[in-house]
């Protein structure tokens, strides 16, 4: 049955007003949600899915770096293997391997991870309701002064003072608002399947980037010793996704050796969005978190930790502006943003540039440009560098490694440099 804007829903726990209205359950939701209730607020989080943190879209690695310096509590629960370092594997000939600090992780079970967030969020007060499904919103002056759910069924009208879009890559919010934070061609299309290894996997988490891939990359996220998400993020991937990876995993020596694709435990798809560092973006009462606002480290695509904390920043922000009435205090969400994330979305920006720049120069091979793109993403060469290490590409792949590695010894950078040897 549907009601009118008038007439609000009272067979379930559903009231109408509400201070704060979360519009997803992700990590960016449920951190605003938590922040909002402790700072007071009542607050509803919810979420379109009937359980949150199913289905999975995710890769599901987190950098350790990025853990402690956000100071993040992860449920033990939540955590599926722990790597010490990653090894880059270029255009099919070069291999770094590095345990720099942001290259070592943690992979989620995010399925886990989201519920746990969302019942943090709940035990700080929060009503939170899953199967809940923003639908459409009623505007004065700029401002959302209702939201329209469709809540089991059932249409449900709440009146929130703020509205925090997390609601992911295509958000609602943004469309119904009439906005576009960022472009489509910022977004790489992703496709991954969890599989079970023949043999126990090698450790760490191994990152292909060559001409087989296109401008993106190829990953290997352990999740237990013969257990790992096999994926692909592409900007401008054309054609199926179950296509692009079945071939690609057919074609790639490390992945074909290690797995069959007839031991499918998942297969998970979804788009990221890569535009980089967007501060902390609000219209009218509205404020947008996570990758509703293109808060992810560029390239890399790492989203779960930076959700979560401009989340953290969303909530606290809201709570302050309802606690002292005044919405001017929403303002303040840009600098809350800065402040928790401090230079790592920026760098992120940075480095994305930096690829594209690379990817871009028709001067070299594509197989050259996904070494240059690689070295740059492992942090080997600093993009004001790319410049002096262009001549050195076309040279073999012994002397390629032998300069870098030099260049990573000035640096003390714990990391190693290789060349593959075909068998
Ligand atoms: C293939 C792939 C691999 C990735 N791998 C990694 C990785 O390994 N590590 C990493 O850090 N990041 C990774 N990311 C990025 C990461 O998944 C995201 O950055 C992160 O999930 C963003 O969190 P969020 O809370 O902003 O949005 P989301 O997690 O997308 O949550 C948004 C929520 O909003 C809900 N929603 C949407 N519309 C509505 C509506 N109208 N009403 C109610 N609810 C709604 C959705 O159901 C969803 O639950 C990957 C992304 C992709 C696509």
Known sequence: ??????QVYTGGKLERDYEVLVVGAGPAGSAAALAAAEGGCKTLLIDRKNEIGTPVQCGEVVGESLVRHLGIKIPPQAIAAVQDHTRFLLDRRLMVVSHEPYWRSLTLERKIFDKLMAARAAEAGASVQAGTRLMDVSLRDDKVVSATLMHHGKEVVVRPKVVIAADGAHSTVARL??????????????????LVARKRLPSGMHIFLEPEV????????????????????????EGSRRDAIIDWAAGNPVISELFDLDQVLEVKRGDAPLPGFLGGPCQGNVLFAGDAAGQTLAFVGEGILPSYACGTGAGAVAASAIRTRSMKKLDCYDRAVKDLMGSELEKGAALKDA????????????????????????????PEHVVDLLPLLSRSTTQIAKRVRLDMEKRRMRARISVIRRR
């Open 177 to 194: 608002l009439g906005l576009k934070l960022y472009p489509e061609d910022a977004m790489a299309k992703g496709i991954e399947y969890e």
């Open 214 to 237: 296109g401008l993106g990359y190829g990953w290997i996220i352990p999740k237990g010793p013969r257990r790992a998400n096999v994926g692909l993020g592409v900007i401008g991937m």
């Open 1 to 6: 049955m549907a009601l009118t804007p008038h």
């Open 355 to 382: 690829i594209l720049g690379a990817w871009a120069d028709d001067s070299i091979t594509e197989g050259q440009r996904t070494v240059l793109c690689g070295l740059i993403m492992s942090e080997c060469v600093f």
